[in-house]
């Protein structure tokens, strides 16, 4: 019995749970969310969730809903809600829906309050804060009742009224989920569900001062769009006792239909070199650290856009990682690796002079130019050839030139030969160090792709581009953010992350679209605001030693 799996996924404890679902008639389509909070840029680790959620529902024939969790009126801005939008687009593609918003389900969420008031399973407290805090107990210790527990409905309820016409000031009551103060749970110690908040909501204005908890209303969002599998991360796991608690109270009275949903935990991705909490993204965005949210040095996901990284880098990295029910930490170069192949797949070559050295061929006609037709990937000939000009002058890399060589290098030096790429072999002559020049002489009949081009054995071959036909540009060398495995702010932050060098291009660079290109010898790139990031080098420069 072979079922066909995602390569190197390891989901299955979730795809397990679904199967049977389906299997069982509970459902018959499933449907799946990510629910971001509209209070920073989307990160690494969100793609996590957003390419698992996105992708079940996907590979089941299911929907994935992209909804806002915006119930918490402070923090929450319309820049947000955008970019956020923009990653799920760029990651999921067309199967990202036009999003919805928890806010939309504000007017049920307080009937639903209203009616666990009447049912008798929620009570106005007036207790402060600090007295709620102190009675709630802690892990040894039960918790105490609320002298306000035993409150009627009937005064619950009109006080639960005057909450929301606004009759109090924030702090003077909340309103409490009555379960149980001695449970061992504590999320189930009488949870809040509804706080006085005198804030202007980013989509409802001044109609709420009242606004429901995060974990009040996260579980009725689910019910509401009819969520079958609402997966979270692993701190969530004792949460979910009282998101079954509250949903079924709910079913009982009615407002809700039956199967409800389902949580299912899994272990959040921790990655090495970076930050994943928007707490402290936005404080380097706030101090200054980076050029913005989308500073293609940062951990976000429109930051990676803008470095290079891809939908299908991704995709191919939250397979290798898998989906567990234990945290571990993921080391940053798994996912260099998967975009590194990636664009090894997809990256036309060019050819690209970071550190520019200039060399005269002495013995090439001064005014002439060849078009020299040049494979754009070596393995891949389906992705065609191009032009590229040769000529008298040609800029090199600083490093293929040594006045004397060390032992084994085989690149230019005074006497020696090697062949300028997809061109012609040259022997060095000299270097001219008044004119930081070196000079060479071509063999004309060692061309390649011609008969002659074995003719001469050389060891060396190294790039070029012509100096008159150059595309000078700006090329930001960008490098990890974090110089330590685990940061925890700025003062881990690598001084070397982005070095900005004028660099010499082929011509052809000049009209560069959006699409990643490999320079030979250097690394994937990117073209970006006038100039190009490096997305990836060729090689990884961080293994551990
Ligand atoms: P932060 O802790 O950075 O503020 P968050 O988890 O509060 O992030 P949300 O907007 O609440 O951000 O997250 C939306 C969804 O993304 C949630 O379902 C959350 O579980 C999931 N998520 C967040 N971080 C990760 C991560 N590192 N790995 C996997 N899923 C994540
Ligand atoms: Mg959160």
Same mark, same amino acid.
């Given at each position: 019995?072979?079922?066909?799996?995602?390569?190197?996924?390891?989901?299955?404890?979730? $795809?397990?749970?679904?199967?049977? @679902?389906? *299997?069982?008639?509970?459902?018959? !389509? #499933?449907?799946?969310?990510? =629910?971001?909070?509209?209070?920073?840029?989307?990160?690494?680790?969100?793609s996590k969730s957003i390419l698992l959620n996105?992708?079940?529902?996907?590979?089941?024939?299911?929907?994935?809903?992209?909804?806002?969790?915006?119930?918490?009126?402070?923090?929450?801005?319309?820049?947000?809600?955008?970019?956020?939008?923009?990653?799920?687009?760029?990651?999921?593609?067309?199967?990202?829906?036009?999003?919805?918003?928890?806010?939309?389900?504000?007017?049920?969420?307080?009937?639903?309050?209203?009616?666990?008031?009447?049912s008798g399973n929620a009570y106005v407290d007036?207790?402060?804060?600090?007295?709620?805090?102190?009675?709630?107990?802690?892990?040894?210790?039960?918790?105490?009742?609320?002298?306000?527990?035993?409150?009627?409905?009937?005064?619950?309820?009109?006080?639960?009224?005057?909450? $929301?016409?606004?009759?109090?000031? @924030?702090? *003077?009551?909340?309103?409490?989920? !009555? #379960?149980?103060?001695?449970? =061992?749970?504590?999320?189930?110690?009488?949870p809040a569900l509804y706080r006085i908040k005198?804030?202007?909501?980013?989509?409802?204005?001044?109609?709420?001062?009242?606004?429901?908890?995060?974990?009040?209303?996260?579980?009725?969002?689910?019910?509401?769009?009819?969520?079958?599998?609402?997966?979270?991360?692993?701190?969530?796991?004792?949460?979910?006792?009282?998101?079954?608690?509250?949903?079924?109270?709910?079913?009982?009275?009615?407002?809700?239909?039956?199967?409800?949903?389902?949580?299912?935990?899994?272990?959040?991705?921790?990655?090495?070199?970076?930050?994943?909490?928007?707490?402290?993204?936005?404080?380097?965005?706030?101090?200054?650290?980076?050029?913005?949210?989308?500073?293609?040095?940062?951990?976000?996901?429109?930051?990676?856009?803008?470095?290079?990284?891809?939908?299908?880098?991704?995709?191919?990295?939250?397979?290798?990682?898998?989906?567990?029910?234990?945290?571990?930490?993921?080391?940053?170069?798994?996912?260099?690796?998967?975009?590194?192949?990636?664009?090894?797949?997809?990256?036309?070559?060019?050819?690209?002079?970071?550190?520019?050295?200039?060399?005269?061929?002495?013995?090439?006609?001064?005014?002439?130019?060849?078009?020299?037709?040049?494979?754009?990937?070596?393995?891949?000939?389906?992705?065609?050839?191009?032009?590229?000009?040769?000529?008298?002058?040609?800029?090199?890399?600083?490093?293929?030139?040594?006045?004397?060589?060390?032992?084994?290098?085989?690149?230019?030096?005074?006497?020696?030969?090697?062949?300028?790429?997809?061109?012609?072999?040259?022997?060095?002559?000299?270097?001219?160090?008044?004119?930081?020049?070196?000079?060479?002489?071509?063999?004309?009949?060692?061309?390649?792709?011609?008969?002659?081009?074995?003719?001469?054995?050389?060891?060396?071959?190294?790039?070029?581009?012509?100096?008159?036909?150059?595309?000078?540009?700006?090329?930001?060398?960008?490098?990890?953010?974090?110089?330590?495995?685990?940061?925890?702010?700025?003062?881990?932050?690598?001084?070397?992350?982005?070095?900005?060098?004028?660099?010499?291009?082929?011509?052809?660079?000049?009209?560069?679209?959006?699409?990643?290109?490999?320079?030979?010898?250097?690394?994937?790139?990117?073209?970006?605001?006038?100039?190009?990031?490096?997305?990836?080098?060729?090689?990884?420069?961080?293994?551990?030693?």
């Open positions: 019995m072979n079922k066909p799996q995602h390569p190197g996924s390891t989901s299955n404890f979730i $795809r397990q749970v679904i199967e049977a @679902d389906l *299997a069982s008639g509970k459902h018959v !389509k #499933i449907r799946t969310r990510f =629910p971001p909070e509209p209070n920073g840029y989307l990160h690494l680790g969100h996105y992708g079940l529902a996907k590979e089941y024939g299911g929907l994935c809903n992209l909804r806002f969790d915006d119930t918490n009126p402070e923090k929450e801005e319309q820049e947000y809600v955008d970019s956020i939008v923009d990653s799920v687009k760029w990651l999921v593609g067309e199967q990202a829906a036009a999003p919805l918003y928890a806010s939309d389900y504000f007017d049920f969420m307080y009937q639903c309050a209203e009616h666990l008031v009447e007036s207790q402060s804060a600090e007295e709620m805090k102190h009675n709630r107990g802690s892990f040894t210790q039960a918790g105490v009742d609320s002298p306000f527990r035993s409150r009627s409905t009937a005064e619950n309820l009109d006080l639960l009224k005057r909450m $929301r016409a606004g009759e109090f000031p @924030d702090g *003077a009551h909340v309103l409490r989920a !009555k #379960i149980d103060m001695a449970s =061992p749970n504590i999320n189930l110690r009488d005198k804030e202007k909501h980013h989509r409802t204005g001044d109609k709420w001062c009242l606004y429901p908890m995060y974990t009040y209303a996260h579980p009725i969002e689910d019910a509401v769009e009819k969520i079958t599998h609402s997966l979270c991360t692993l701190e969530f796991e004792d949460q979910r006792p009282f998101y079954d608690w509250l949903l079924n109270k709910l079913a009982d009275g009615g407002l809700l239909e039956r199967p409800l949903p389902q949580q299912i935990e899994f272990a959040r991705l921790q990655l090495t070199h970076v930050l994943l909490s928007k707490r402290l993204l936005i404080k380097l965005v706030e101090e200054g650290h980076v050029d913005g949210w989308d500073d293609p040095r940062m951990p976000t996901l429109a930051g990676a856009r803008r470095r290079g990284y891809t939908p299908e880098g991704f995709r191919r990295f939250a397979e290798r990682v898998g989906v567990a029910k234990e945290n571990s930490w993921i080391d940053y170069s798994v996912l260099e690796d998967c975009m590194r192949e990636h664009l090894n797949e997809i990256a036309p070559r060019r050819m690209a002079v970071l550190d520019p050295l200039k060399v005269v061929v002495e013995n090439y006609p001064t005014d002439q130019t060849e078009e020299l037709l040049i494979p754009n990937h070596p393995q891949k000939p389906d992705m065609g050839k191009r032009p590229v000009p040769f000529s008298r002058e040609l800029w090199i890399e600083r490093d293929d030139y040594q006045d004397s060589p060390p032992k084994g290098y085989f690149r230019l030096f005074p006497g020696n030969k090697v062949r300028l790429r997809y061109a012609y072999v040259v022997e060095c002559v000299s270097y001219d160090k008044a004119a930081d020049t070196v000079r060479c002489r071509y063999l004309p009949e060692t061309r390649s792709g011609t008969p002659g081009s074995d003719s001469v054995k050389v060891k060396g071959n190294i790039h070029w581009v012509s100096v008159k036909h150059a595309h000078q540009a700006e090329v930001r060398l960008l490098d990890r953010l974090f110089k330590t495995e685990k940061p925890e702010g700025q003062d881990d932050l690598n001084p070397g992350s982005l070095k900005k060098i004028r660099a010499q291009l082929e011509s052809g660079l000049r009209e560069a679209g959006t699409e990643a290109v490999q320079f030979e010898r250097h690394g994937y790139f990117i073209a970006d605001r006038d100039g190009f990031n490096r997305t990836v080098t060729l090689r990884d420069s961080w293994q551990k030693t």
